[in-house]
DNA sequence: AATATACATACCGTCGTTCGGTATTATAAG
DNA sequence: CTTATAATACCGAACGACGGTATGTATATT
C-alpha cells in the first residue's frame, strides 16, 4: 500500500482527526505523533498533504469559514427587508441542528489562541463584508437606522462571537441568557433591531444544548 | 559571581529584555537563548526565576494589567457624576504620554496569540470590576442610563481595546478615527455619552502618535 | 515504459526544560 | 566576632520531545 486512489479520503481523515485531538487536547499539547498514531498512517503522509502543522490548523479554519458561505441565498430573496435578512441569518445559525452538534463537539478549538485569533481575523475582515451589503439595503429600505455599515458589521460579529459566545468566559446558561437579554438591548439602541421574541427564544435553545455539553 | 545580592534586578532584567524581544520577533520566534544571550547571564539564571517560558510571558500580562490600578483615585473623587469619571479614565490613559510611548515600543506583543488571548480574558473577567462601580454610580446619578453594569463594562472594554485598537486589523489613522466617531455615535445610543469633543479629539492625537510608529 | 503521486521510515536540528554543581549571602549558634 | 549551616542565585552541560526533512518504494496515471 503506498499509493491511494482517493487522496481526499487520506486529507479528510487527517483533518477530521486533527480536529478532535486539537479539541480534546488543544493544538499545542497535541504532537503530530498523536495525529499520525490515531490516524494509522505516517508522518509521510500528512507533511505529503499539508506543509506543517499550523497549516493543519489553517485548513480547520477556512473549513469553518465556509460555512458562513450558507448565506448565499438569504442575500437574493427580495422578499425580506434588510433586517429581515440578516435576522434569517441569525434565525438559520441558531436552528442548525447539524452545525450545533457540531460545535459542541469541537467547542475547545475556540479555546485555543491561534485558532481564536484566526478566527478572530476572519470576523474583523472578510465576514463583515458578506453582510455589509444587506446592512445597506436595511439603511436604504429604512429597516435599519443609517450608520457605518462596515463598522455595525464589526461590531456586532464581535460581540456575538467573543461576547456572548465566549470561549473565554464560558457558557453558563444564565450569563449567556443576560448576555443575549443585553445584546437585544444594544442592537435596539443602535437601530438594528433583528432580535425579537422569537430570535430570543432560539438562543435560549441554543444556549442550553450548549451549556449541557460543557 | 554565583550569587547576587539583589535578585528584583535580575528578575526585572529578564522581563525587561523578554518584553523587548518578544515584541520585536514574537514569543514563539524569540527562543530562551535569545533572551539568555541578550540579558548576558545563563538559562539557570531564567529557569531559577521563572518556571517556564510561558509564565515570563503572563508576568509581562500582569504587569501591564497592574497599570490599571491606577484608576484608584479616580474612583474616590466625589466632585465628579459616575459618567464623568468614566471620561475621566478615557483623558487619563489618552493623555499618558509615558506609557503612550512604552505602548509603541511594545506594539507588536499584542499581536501575539497568547498573550492577546492573556489579555482578552482580563477586559472580560477582571477589569470590568473595576469600572462596574462608577457605572453603577452613574446610573444612580442620572448620568448613565440604566441597564446592566457589568454587560456594559464588559462590551466597552471589548470593543476599545479589540475593536477599536485592534492589533489584528492594526492601526490606519483613517481607519481608527471612523471607528472612534463610531464609538461615540453608539456609545450615545445606549446612553453612557462618554466621547465629547475633547476626548475624541485626544484620540485623534493619540492614534496619530501609534500609527506614525507602526 | 516513463513519470508523478501517495505514502512509509529513518533521521536531524532545535528548543524548552532539567539537573548536578558552585559561589555567595543570610542565619544563628558558640 | 567567629564559624558552621543552610538557603539562595546562578552556571552550563545534557536530555528528551517534537516539528520537520530526506530518501525510498509501491501504485496509479499518461
Chains 1, 2 share one sequence.
Not at 445559525?93 to 478549538?109: E, G, P
Not at 463584508?129 to 464581535?158: F, H, P, T, Y
Not at 433583528?194 to 435553545?205: G, K, P, R, W
Request: aromatic share 10%; glycine share 6%; net charge negative.
Amino acid at each position: 500500500m503506498a499509493r491511494n486512489k482517493y487522496p481526499e479520503q487520506t486529507i479528510k481523515k487527517i483533518l477530521d482527526t486533527s480536529l478532535r485531538l486539537f479539541s480534546e487536547k488543544g493544538y499545542e499539547q497535541t504532537t503530530i505523533q498523536d495525529i499520525v498514531h490515531d490516524l494509522g498512517m505516517s508522518k509521510g503522509a500528512i507533511y505529503h498533504h499539508f506543509k506543517s502543522k499550523e497549516e493543519i490548523l489553517l485548513a480547520l479554519g477556512n473549513h469553518y469559514y465556509n460555512d458562513h458561505a450558507m448565506f448565499g441565498n438569504i442575500k437574493e430573496r427580495d422578499d425580506l427587508t434588510g433586517l429581515e435578512k440578516i435576522r434569517e441569518i441569525f434565525v438559520l445559525q441558531l436552528s442548525n441542528q447539524s452545525k450545533a452538534d457540531m460545535d459542541v463537539l469541537t467547542i475547545n478549538i475556540w479555546k485555543d489562541p491561534k485558532f481564536f485569533m484566526m478566527d478572530m481575523k476572519n470576523n474583523l475582515t472578510e465576514n463583515p463584508l458578506a453582510i455589509m451589503g444587506m446592512l445597506e439595503e436595511g439603511m436604504a429600505d429604512g429597516s435599519i437606522r443609517k450608520q457605518d455599515a462596515k463598522c455595525l458589521a464589526q461590531v456586532v460579529l464581535m460581540l456575538v462571537n467573543y461576547w456572548v459566545l465566549s470561549p473565554i468566559t464560558g457558557f453558563s446558561p444564565e450569563d449567556l441568557k443576560t448576555k443575549i437579554h443585553y445584546l437585544r438591548y444594544f442592537t435596539d439602541a443602535i437601530g438594528l433591531p433583528v432580535i425579537n421574541d422569537h430570535v430570543e427564544q432560539l438562543a435560549f435553545e441554543y444556549f442550553d444544548r450548549l451549556a449541557k455539553a460543557v
